[in-house]
T-cell receptor, first 113, second 112 residues
Framework: SAVISQKPSRDICQRGTSLTIQCQVD?????MFWYRQQPGQSLTLIATANQGSEATYESGFVIDKFPISRPNLTFSTLTVSNMSPEDSSIYLC??????????FGPGTRLTVL | GEDVEQSLFLSVREGDSSVINCTYTDSSSTYLYWYKQEPGAGLQLLTYIFSNMDMKQDQRLTVLLNKKDKHLSLRIADTQTGDSAIYFCAESIREYGNKLVFGAGTILRVKS
């Protein structure tokens, strides 16, 4: 299984600011994903991070609000822009190991005041 | 469309078996997964089953898949207090780029 780390593990931010979350994998992977888990809720896919091209966003999520970078096969970032309290969630990255299994990072717990 | 449903809460006594149920709607699911989330932690992949299988056993975990009824279950034998967590059922559909669709999660509480 892949070992995935995320930074920061948690943060408290002010309304209107932006936060960039990093996801690092210990091996090269083709597919990386970003999910959001709102308080007491299940996980919702934000986007698929594609290496060398723009991310593919799910319905209800847009690039201006959640810009994503994928500079190489082991790293991706998700930025939560112009934050509001409604963005308070856990943000998780996951990777497809190539054997049709997805492994998740520990998550970034974001609180927006 | 894609939809995954789970019962929301299950309470069992330590040592008993737990059975967590899940139903899904998309018949083109490729894999079905069970993830565990402990308080304040990320998701841990527990087990998964390919859609052409009926059963998979892994130590204390048994997954049963009824493709006709689109029903998936996770049985935990000899449930321990450390099994208390939220359990998520998820399906992946290859034609959608292996996107995972999650159920709402089942809270398992184990009483000692």
């Amino acid at each position: 299984s892949a070992v995935i780390s995320q930074k920061p593990s948690r943060d408290i931010c002010q309304r209107g600011t932006s936060l960039t979350i990093q996801c690092q994998v210990d091996s090269q992977v083709t597919m990386m994903f970003w999910y959001r888990q709102q308080p007491g809720q299940s996980l919702t896919l934000i986007a698929t991070a594609n290496q060398g091209s723009e991310a593919t966003y799910e319905s209800g999520f847009v690039i201006d609000k959640f810009p994503i970078s994928r500079p190489n096969l082991t790293f991706s970032t998700l930025t939560v822009s112009n934050m509001s309290p409604e963005d308070s969630s856990i943000y998780l990255c996951s990777v497809d190991s190539g054997t049709d299994t997805q492994y998740f990072g520990p998550g970034t717990r974001l609180t927006v005041l | 469309g894609e939809d995954v449903e789970q019962s929301l809460f299950l309470s069992v006594r330590e040592g008993d078996s737990s059975v967590i149920n899940c139903t899904y709607t998309d018949s083109s699911s490729t894999y079905l997964y069970w993830y565990k989330q402990e308080p304040g932690a990320g998701l841990q992949l527990l087990t998964y089953i390919f859609s052409n299988m009926d059963m998979k056993q892994d130590q204390r975990l048994t997954v049963l898949l009824n493709k006709k009824d689109k029903h998936l279950s996770l049985r935990i034998a000899d449930t321990q207090t450390g099994d208390s967590a939220i359990y998520f059922c998820a399906e992946s559909i290859r034609e959608y780029g292996n996107k995972l669709v999650f159920g709402a999660g089942t809270i398992l509480r184990v009483k000692s």
